[in-house]
């Protein structure tokens, strides 16, 4: 295939030897600045909701062989971030019998992530840590795929995008499977691309073990499938002179381009089917088969969710899309729409290019308008490396002022700096200016996109400063408030896994009467029929930890404290007084 076709016959050539190495710099000094934000977030931050149960899981495979723990996720990722625990610490695995007979991962995951010999602080470090290398792995690889089309420049401004993604350095730092799945998502597009302009049996199997990677990282990589089904299809209906088998014959008719496509199509699946077993100590493809039904049976009636002040479980037609529109920071969407109406300046997007990069978050976001799972945004993370592969593009433009274009991309992505590095490292929570950022997005989303229990180190801290004794608290999460030293008295809201909770109480002489809420119990996302935190909506808070847990003081409000108590009968539970 012609260069001035596909671009990418071979490494562009700088038109002066000092622009690589400038270009270079660029993207160390943006790498390094990704992994320190990465860094102090995962220092910052405790438990969210998934971690313990994806690390106890992970670490049981890797001692016993045995997948029966969190098996609505397939395991690479999970026995990734579990094995520094297992290099490094040696840790004993003995679960309660009946939470492992019952397949218990929450369960098992809070009692041997708090209860081990090791602080739960390292744990979590050790794994987060792993991950975080796969956010990097990911941002380097925009990078490569961004120089490969457009030469050194585009890679950096790839690189500076990505690394300044606020949605990316959240799930870059967790124990979840969000990011390594976006990673293995890109890796296989990347491939299919080099293999449609250079086809070789090599490319052909890094492109299915790729696929295979995906799928063994997360369920929702299956949507690889009509990825490729429609880039293929584009490729055939373009009329472009591509190839689709080694050694690359020609393939004149359309037939037998179609026959060709098919039978590329079949035999990437092939070899990620092949590549399945392994990530199951070579247990076979039912294992497989098993975790996506149970996770079809669990999704299948929808999750509750809160979006615009509206409550569902069989989700919104919008939601991705309006989450990506107010958690994406607007300096970086100004970038990724000037691309799209400059798509004639600068260097060439040629046709088969723009297929492998407009297609992927095309099917993604219009496949995700039917999900029942409104969970979050971290669903669709993947859209992100194709667009900002698209607007490094600007990088190559040309104008008649040079300072012009400089200052246009440096001003956006001083705009996305300064957005995203003055709320860290609370980067989960990130909301943009227009919706007047994360001290607001509580209005519009909940649960990943802003609380997943992860704040209570932020809390014990204020609790130190305002010297607190003990507190009302209402927590969201599977972490555990007494391990981080929060003296409290349970308010109702959801189910914490201190349970029994402590049977301290506020004392009645108490100097004050202060309510510790997450975000996702005042919002009364599980129970907005009969909502049980409604009246507080009109009390404006005196303190936000991390954007995600309010502080209320009820000591001046008599009324606030009698329906606290009309809150905990409502709830069931006992009044305090």
Same mark, same amino acid.
């Given at each position: 295939?012609?260069?001035n076709?596909?671009h990418?016959?071979?490494?562009?050539?700088l038109?002066?030897?000092?622009?690589?190495?400038?270009?270079?710099?660029?993207?160390?000094a943006?790498l390094?600045?990704?992994?320190?934000?990465?860094?102090f977030?995962i220092?910052?931050n405790?438990?969210?909701?998934?971690?313990?149960?994806?690390l106890?899981?992970? @670490?049981?495979?890797? !001692?016993?062989?045995?997948?029966?723990?969190?098996s609505?996720h397939?395991?690479l990722?999970k026995?990734?971030q579990?094995?520094?625990?297992?290099?490094?610490?040696r840790l004993?695995?003995?679960?309660?019998p009946?939470?492992?007979?019952?397949k218990?991962a929450? =369960?098992?995951?809070y009692e041997?992530?708090?209860k081990s010999?090791v602080s739960?602080?390292?744990?979590l470090?050790?794994?987060r840590?792993?991950?975080?290398s796969?956010g990097?792995?990911?941002?380097a690889?925009?990078? %490569?795929w961004a @120089?490969?089309?457009?030469?050194?420049?585009a890679?950096?401004l790839?690189?500076?995008?990505?690394s300044l993604e606020p949605?990316?350095?959240?799930?870059s730092g967790?124990?979840?499977?969000?990011?390594?799945v976006t990673l293995? #998502?890109l890796l296989?597009v990347y491939?299919? %691309?080099?293999? !449609?302009?250079?086809p070789s049996?090599?490319?052909?199997?890094?492109?299915g073990?790729?696929?295979?990677?995906a799928l063994?990282?997360k369920?929702?990589?299956?949507i690889?499938?009509?990825?490729?089904f429609?880039?293929?299809?584009?490729?055939?209906?373009?009329?472009e002179d591509?190839?689709?088998l080694?050694? =690359?014959a020609?393939?004149a008719?359309?037939?037998k381009?179609?026959?060709?496509?098919?039978v590329l199509?079949?035999? !990437?699946l092939?070899?990620?089917a092949?590549?399945i077993?392994?990530g199951?100590?070579?247990?076979g493809?039912?294992t497989?088969?098993? =975790?996506?039904?149970l996770l079809?049976?669990?999704?299948k009636?929808?999750?509750?969710?809160?979006?615009?002040g509206?409550?569902?479980?069989?989700?919104? %037609?919008?939601?991705?899309?309006?989450?990506f529109?107010?958690?994406?920071?607007?300096?970086t969407l100004?970038?990724? #729409?000037?691309?799209?109406?400059? @798509?004639?300046?600068?260097?060439?997007?040629s046709?088969p290019?723009s297929f492998?990069l407009f297609?992927?978050?095309?099917? #993604?976001f219009?496949?995700?308008?039917?999900?029942?799972?409104?969970?979050?945004?971290?669903h669709?993370?993947?859209?992100?490396?194709?667009?900002?592969?698209?607007?490094?593009?600007?990088?190559t433009?040309i104008?008649?002022?040079?300072?012009?274009?400089?200052?246009a991309?440096?001003?956006?992505l001083?705009f996305?700096?300064?957005?995203?590095?003055?709320i860290?490292?609370?980067?989960?929570a990130?909301?943009?200016?227009?919706?007047?950022?994360?001290?607001?997005?509580?209005?519009?989303?909940?649960?990943s996109?802003?609380?997943?229990?992860?704040?209570?180190?932020?809390?014990?801290?204020?609790?130190?400063?305002?010297?607190?004794?003990?507190? @009302?608290?209402s927590?969201f999460?599977?972490?555990?408030?007494?391990?981080?030293g929060?003296?409290?008295q349970?308010?109702p809201?959801?189910?914490l896994?201190?349970w029994?909770?402590?049977r301290?109480k506020?004392?009645?002489?108490?100097?004050?009467?202060v309510?510790?809420?997450?975000?996702?119990?005042?919002?009364?996302v599980?129970?907005?029929?009969?909502?049980?935190?409604?009246w507080?909506?009109?009390?404006?808070p005196i303190?936000?930890?991390?954007?995600?847990?309010?502080i209320?003081d009820?000591s001046?409000?008599?009324?606030?404290?009698?329906r606290?108590n009309?809150?905990y009968?409502?709830?069931g539970?006992?009044p305090?007084?």
């Open positions: 295939m012609s260069n076709t596909f990418i016959e071979g490494a562009p050539q038109s002066r030897p000092n622009e690589s190495q400038i270009a270079l710099l660029f993207i160390t943006f390094l600045l990704f992994f320190l934000q990465g860094w977030f220092r910052a405790s438990q969210t909701v998934d971690e313990a149960a994806h106890a899981a992970g @670490y049981s495979y890797l !001692v016993t062989g045995d997948f029966r723990l969190d609505e397939p395991p990722l026995a990734f579990a094995l520094p625990l297992l290099l490094f610490l004993p695995f003995n679960p309660d009946q939470l492992w007979l019952e218990d929450f =369960g098992i995951g041997w992530l708090y010999e739960a602080d390292r744990l470090f050790f794994s840590l792993a991950n975080l796969l990097v792995f990911l941002i690889l925009m990078g %490569w @120089y490969r089309l457009w030469g050194g420049w890679a950096s790839a690189v500076a995008l990505g949605n990316f350095v959240a799930h967790l124990v979840t499977t969000d990011i390594g293995f #998502i296989t491939l299919l %691309w080099e293999y !449609v302009s250079r049996w090599q490319l052909l199997l890094a492109t073990l790729a696929f295979g990677l063994l990282s369920f929702s990589a299956l690889l499938l009509p990825i490729i429609c880039i293929l299809s584009a490729l055939i209906l373009s009329g591509v190839h689709f080694p050694p =690359g020609n393939t008719s359309t037939r381009k179609i026959l060709a496509a098919a199509f079949a035999l !990437v092939v070899i990620a092949f590549t077993p392994l199951y100590a070579v247990k493809f039912k497989w088969i098993s =975790g996506l039904e079809w049976s669990l999704n009636d929808g999750r509750q969710s809160f979006f615009l509206d409550y569902s479980r069989e989700g919104w %037609w919008n939601y991705f899309i309006v989450a529109l107010i958690k994406t920071p607007i300096g100004l970038l990724i #729409i000037a691309s799209l109406i400059l @798509y004639r300046a600068g260097k060439p997007l046709r290019d492998f297609l992927p978050p095309l099917v #993604i219009l496949l995700t308008t039917r999900a029942k799972i409104n969970l979050g945004l971290r669709v993370l993947p859209v992100y490396p194709f667009l900002f592969l698209l607007a490094s593009r600007l990088a433009f104008p008649t002022r040079r300072g012009l274009k400089i200052s991309i440096s001003g956006a001083l996305t700096a300064g957005s995203v590095l003055r860290a490292p609370h980067q989960l990130y909301f943009n200016e227009f919706v007047g950022g994360p001290d607001h997005g509580y209005r519009y989303l909940s649960d996109n802003l609380d997943w229990g992860q704040d209570l180190k932020g809390l014990k801290a204020y609790m130190v400063k305002e010297k607190l004794e003990i507190i @009302y608290l927590y999460g599977s972490a555990s408030p007494s391990y981080y929060i003296r409290y349970y308010a809201g959801s189910w896994w201190d029994p909770p402590p301290e506020i004392s009645r002489l108490a100097r004050r009467d309510l510790a809420i997450s975000v996702y119990n005042l919002q009364d599980a129970s907005p029929d009969d909502p049980l935190f409604r507080l909506w009109k009390d404006a303190a936000k930890i991390g954007y995600s847990i309010f209320y009820l001046e409000h008599p009324d606030d404290l009698r606290l009309e809150t009968r409502k709830a539970i006992p305090p007084a």
